[in-house]
């Protein structure tokens, strides 16, 4: 004896957008998506930060960068100088300082200046030589030996004040050259500490700008990729939309739409499997979000 089965089913356009959801998707996800359209991306180096990067290389004493022309990296360095921005004036400060360092601040007109000051110095001695010969002709001593010792005593110490007045000079100018080679050192060493202070605020702003700019490249990059993954997923949203209608259609039926017996034995469709089961239409809908 045959045994008779009741099973249920639902409306026939039901049924019927069932079937039709069940062909989209399988169409759907028989297509590939391809993923490299907005797979993540970063955006390459700009000018602005290869120009920082350069300053800060030369700062250093380095040679010249090379830049990859798609990414915009650092891929190799020339020969550089191996001499730091700061170190020419170290170099200077150094120059001016030493024994001899105060000669090439030695005044070109000293030796001028030294020379008439000794011919006005002889001038007014020759002067006082000749008052004393003529107060010795006065005092009626001329030609005496009272005359001839204080012109012997004048001499010697004219000879005297002379070198002394030179040796004065020279003094002078010697110091006021080392008191230039000191002030020169000390602004070599200043210039020295200024230097890396100006560049690194130069390389500081270059990199700011060049990070900027970065933020922004990155953002477009961002945007594009994420509008390439939100058209190629769209089949699926709408797909995703379609089952959820259904499957709310199924869910507010309390009651099959019709009731079928039969003496035959007969095994539920698989469409109505899925329709019944407790995935339902809408759980099918969201694996192809």
Do not use: C, H, W
């Not at 030796?111 to 000051?117: G, R």
């Not at 006005?120 to 001329?142: H, V």
């Amino acid at each position: 004896m045959a045994e008779t089965t009741t099973y249920n089913r639902p409306a026939p356009y039901l049924e019927e957008a069932g079937k039709k959801y069940v062909d989209l998707a399988a169409q759907l996800t028989a297509q590939p998506i391809d993923t490299s359209k907005f797979a993540p991306t970063i955006a390459g180096q700009n000018v602005l930060t290869q120009a920082a990067q350069q300053q800060a290389a030369t700062q250093a004493g380095l040679g010249a960068l090379t830049f990859d022309p798609t990414t915009g990296a650092v891929t190799g360095m020339g020969a550089g100088t191996g001499v730091a921005g700061y170190q020419p004036f170290l170099q200077q400060a150094a120059a001016y300082s030493g024994p001899q360092a105060y000669q090439q601040f030695m005044s070109p007109y000293q030796q001028e200046v030294i020379q008439t000051s000794l011919n006005e110095f002889d001038r007014q001695r020759a002067i006082a030589q000749q008052q004393i010969g003529q107060q010795a002709i006065q005092a009626g001593a001329f030609g005496g030996g009272r005359e001839g010792v204080q012109q012997a005593e004048f001499g010697a110490q004219s000879l005297q004040d002379r070198a002394l007045l030179e040796a004065q000079l020279r003094q002078q100018g010697f110091q006021q050259a080392q008191q230039a080679a000191a002030l020169a050192q000390q602004q070599q060493v200043g210039l020295a500490s200024l230097q890396p202070s100006l560049a690194q605020s130069q390389i500081q702003q270059l990199g700011a700008a060049g990070t900027g700019n970065l933020a922004y490249q990155q953002a477009v990059l961002d945007a594009a990729a994420q509008g390439q993954q939100m058209s190629a997923y769209e089949p699926y949203n709408r797909l995703q939309f379609l089952g959820s209608a259904i499957g709310g259609q199924l869910a507010g039926q309390p009651q099959p739409f019709m009731s079928t017996s039969q003496t035959t034995q007969q095994q539920a469709s698989p469409l109505s499997q899925a329709l019944s089961s407790a995935v339902g239409i809408y759980g099918l809908g969201s694996l192809f979000k």
